[in-house]
Every structure is written in structure tokens, then in C-alpha cells.
């Protein structure tokens, strides 16, 4: 069990809005240690989504957006097309395990 | 255009090493601004991060397989290397090497290789 809870699956259909969260505690999100999220597609390798709570890298459509306050994060997707099925995950960095954390993953499901 | 290549055996045995390369085209290793990852993913489950390495050999590694893990670079070739000892099968699984930049804390992975996919079996 990852440290970095999210939930197992989200699904909307195409156009609308849907958030994945990742909820951590005091010694991970709750540190202000900073969140990335990834997406991967099926059979490929994740690919940077948000790096630093909330910044896109060059590339990644403005559809994409990252959140954090307290000791959660969340990603949030809009106008959803059927090309962002795919899984993600949140990753930060836990003190008291001292070291890097990624959270157990959700599949998006485009209805 | 930087490009990060896994490279090893496939099918290791129980109690053996596993023995993987990453090797980096368009970057240097020896930059000061990122470190070199190991993220590995069981088949059907989530990814777990293994370690990572900076420039200067400074290494860090997941506590629950810090006992058998040994993450090391080579300039001279651009690459860097994980050891993984006394393998089970519980560390079948897609293994991808990845840079994390020093721009956020912890690092971010901004790429990746395409992972190899490496199992324990007798």
C-alpha cells in the first residue's frame, strides 16, 4: 500500500471535467515536498505530466492542471478526449521512509 | 534530443543479480543538474521507484531494498547501472531508467527510457 492514496479508477465522458486525488499526510504532501503527475498509456513508459504541483512541461496540452493544498494534491482534466485513457500516477518524497513515493495509480476510463 | 536505453538479461534466476544499463545520448551524466533514476513496475501494478544517483556518485536508495541494491555511473560512457542482489520473483517487472531534474524537490522524472521487462525465474 502506497503512502500516496488514490483512488483505483475515474471515468467521464469526452468533454467534461474529471479530477484524480492523491492524499498523503504530514511527512510527504503535508511537508510541502512538491507532487509531479504521469500519464501512461498502455504498453509505454509514463511521461511527465505536472511537475512541481502545478507546471506543465512543453508539450503538455493546457487541459492539464495540478493543485496542492494540505496534504493532498489532485490533477485535474478538462475537455476529455479518448486519448487521455490512461493511467496516472502522483509522485512526492515521504520523510519518515525517506525516500521518493509514487501513489498506487488510477485508470481513466473515456466513456 | 535525449534518449535513455535500457540494457540487460531478460530472465534472471532465484537468489541470482540482476545486472541492468541505462545508457544516455544527448545529455551528459555528469551534469550538475540532474540525477539518474531506477523506476520499476511489477506487471499489472503501480510503479515503485528504486533509486537514484547524482553526478557526483551521491546515491539514494528505496529503504526496502536498500540491502540489495547498488546503483553506480560511468562517465566514460555515458551510462549508469543498477545491481539488484538475491533477486525472487517478486522483482519481476518492468524496469525503466529515468532523469530526474533538481528543479523541484523531490526531482521529477522528465524522461524516460522505454523500460525492459525482466524476469525471475528458475
Known amino acids: 500500500q502506497s503512502v500516496l492514496t488514490q483512488p483505483p479508477s475515474v471515468s467521464g465522458a469526452p468533454g467534461q471535467r474529471v479530477t484524480i486525488s492523491c492524499t498523503g499526510s504530514?511527512?510527504?504532501?503535508?511537508?510541502?515536498?512538491?507532487v509531479h503527475w504521469y500519464q501512461q498509456l498502455p504498453g509505454t513508459a509514463p511521461k511527465l505530466l505536472i511537475y512541481g504541483n502545478t507546471n506543465r512541461p512543453s508539450g503538455v496540452p493546457d487541459r492539464f492542471s495540478g493543485s496542492k493544498s494540505g496534504t493532498s494534491a489532485s490533477l485535474a482534466i478538462t475537455g476529455l478526449q479518448a486519448e487521455d485513457e490512461a493511467d496516472y500516477y502522483c509522485q512526492s518524497y515521504d520523510s519518515s521512509l525517506s525516500g521518493v513515493v509514487f501513489g498506487g495509480g488510477t485508470k481513466l476510463t473515456v466513456l | 534530443q535525449l534518449q535513455l536505453q535500457e540494457s540487460g538479461p531478460g530472465l534472471v534466476k532465484p537468489s541470482e543479480t540482476l545486472s541492468l544499463t541505462c545508457i544516455v545520448s544527448?545529455?551528459?551524466?555528469?551534469?550538475?543538474?540532474?540525477?539518474w533514476g531506477w523506476i520499476r513496475q511489477p506487471p499489472g501494478k503501480g510503479l515503485e521507484w528504486v533509486g537514484s544517483i547524482y553526478y557526483s556518485g551521491s546515491t539514494y536508495y528505496n529503504p526496502s531494498l536498500k540491502s540489495r541494491v547498488t546503483i553506480s555511473l560511468d562517465t566514460s560512457k555515458n551510462q549508469f547501472s543498477l545491481k539488484l542482489s538475491s533477486v525472487t520473483a517478486a522483482d519481476t517487472a518492468v524496469y525503466y531508467c529515468?532523469?530526474?531534474?533538481?528543479?523541484?524537490?523531490?526531482?521529477?522524472?522528465?524522461?524516460w527510457g522505454q523500460g525492459t521487462l525482466v524476469t525471475v525465474s528458475s
Open positions: 544527448g545529455d551528459s551524466i555528469s551534469s550538475t543538474s540532474y540525477y
Open positions: 504530514s511527512s510527504n504532501i503535508g511537508a510541502r515536498y512538491d
Open positions: 529515468a532523469r530526474g531534474e533538481t528543479n523541484t524537490n523531490p526531482s521529477n522524472f522528465d524522461y
